[in-house]
């Protein structure tokens, strides 16, 4: 007897699948998620900027207030760390104890390889160490570090330098870097001093498959290598292929899924949400299409830097930023809110809104703005249409 074909999920079922999962396609209701839970189901949320991670769980929660996301910081039960694809997110104590050593397969020698031959000859275990040492002492601003390293190995590269002990301590920067309104410059210890406990041993391949197919599925194994940034994955989908269910895309690639996971019909609507850059739900599969019309694929980036997204219907349609654009909206919308004036936020749409869509969008934008600018006043505007 011929295998049975998979049933095929298109891209509005996958991405409806993963919206749900995502708490965008209807958000956590009151009391029925906390921010420290939907930063563990979510297996941490991207960080490269301090406010990313509290506009993230914005979309996603409701009743969310980013004086929780702060104190869960503050109390050492989230923190910020670079995890998957060598990338800063915010996650969980548990998570920064467990997730680093999975995200580092072979040991921290597959990071530092290309650093190896500026090291002259210095064992990066003395390097790491020394680092500990240092970090242990007191959290270390950056550069301080650097010096302090460069004073035990003075003709060492200083970027191989920090890099080895980067590669070989798990690094969480410190508050009040991250918090709500108040931050800081990054400093470092090791995520052993700032929990108090010793950084676990890595889960097993098929524990982390299952939460991110929790969180991302229904995908495929290159999906989450691609989320992951590790390889050889394929070994644990097959052990775990029992368990799961499988489908295939509209191009014939093999999906997973939980069994249990939500799978809406496409046809359930999808309300208008807005974004963070680079917010995981966009980074977290080979093939993006699900959410990302293939003639807006580069239009989501400037450079090396993400715009934040506007989701019309369960895919990217625009991009919007908040403040003044040229990098002063952050100051800009810091001296407003203060001040108790306007702070301003712009949509710039890739698709032409009907009538009801620009209101649904400019009442999520409206939210939004009352979530991180209470104390000022909001001003919500649309961009020039561009095709």
């Known amino acids: 007897m011929a295998p049975k074909t998979p049933p095929v999920l298109g891209p509005r079922a996958l991405g409806r ?47 969310f207030r980013p004086q929780e996301l702060s104190g869960l910081m503050e109390s050492r039960a989230v923190a910020r760390m670079v995890t998957m694809r ?19 397969p072979g040991g921290p020698e597959r990071e530092l390889r290309m650093f190896t031959g500026r090291l002259d000859g210095i064992d990066p275990d003395r390097i790491a160490a020394f680092g500990r040492e240092l970090v242990e002492e007191r959290p270390r601003p950056v ?11 003075p003709d060492a590269d200083p970027l191989a330098l920090t890099t080895a002990v980067r590669c070989m301590l798990p690094l969480v920067q410190t508050t009040p870097r991250g918090l709500w309104g108040r931050s800081g410059q990054v400093t470092l210890t090791t995520a052993e001093k700032w929990f108090g406990r010793p950084v676990g041993p890595a889960p097993e391949p098929e524990a982390v498959v299952r939460r991110y197919l929790a969180a991302f599925g229904p995908a495929s194994v290159k999906d989450m290598q691609t989320w992951s940034g590790l390889t050889r994955l394929k070994g644990a989908f097959e052990r775990l292929r029992p368990e799961l269910v499988v489908f295939q895309d509209g191009k ?37 299409s699900r959410f990302v019309p293939q003639a807006f694929k580069d239009r989501t980036w400037k450079g090396n830097q993400a715009h934040c997204v506007l989701l ?38 890739f698709v032409r809104l009907a009538a009801a869509q620009r209101t649904a969008v400019a009442e999520e934008a409206e939210r939004l703005l009352a979530i991180v600018a209470p104390g000022a006043g909001h001003d919500v505007r649309f961009g020039e249409f561009t095709h």
């Open 312 to 349: 019309v219907d369960g895919r990217v349609a625009g991009i919007w930023r908040t403040g003044e654009p040229g990098g002063r909206g952050e100051r800009k919308r810091s001296r407003d809110a203060a001040a108790g004036g306007a702070v301003t936020l712009t949509v710039q749409s």
């Open 143 to 153: 550069g301080e570090l650097r010096d302090a390293l460069l004073g035990r190995w």
């Open 17 to 63: 699948a993963t919206l749900a999962r995502q708490l965008l396609l209807s958000r956590a209701p009151d009391g029925g998620m906390t921010a420290e839970a939907a930063v563990e189901h979510l297996i941490g949320l991207q960080a490269q900027n301090v406010r990313p991670p509290y506009q993230a769980l914005a979309a996603r929660l409701h009743g």
């Open 252 to 288: 014939g690639a093999e999906l997973f899924d939980l069994p249990e996971a939500p799978r809406p019909d496409p046809d359930v609507p999808a309300p208008p949400r807005l974004l963070p850059e680079f917010d995981n739900l966009l980074l977290s599969h080979a093939d993006r």
């Open 86 to 104: 060598s990338t800063i997110h915010t996650h969980s104590a548990r998570d920064c104890l467990t997730l680093r050593p999975f995200a580092q």
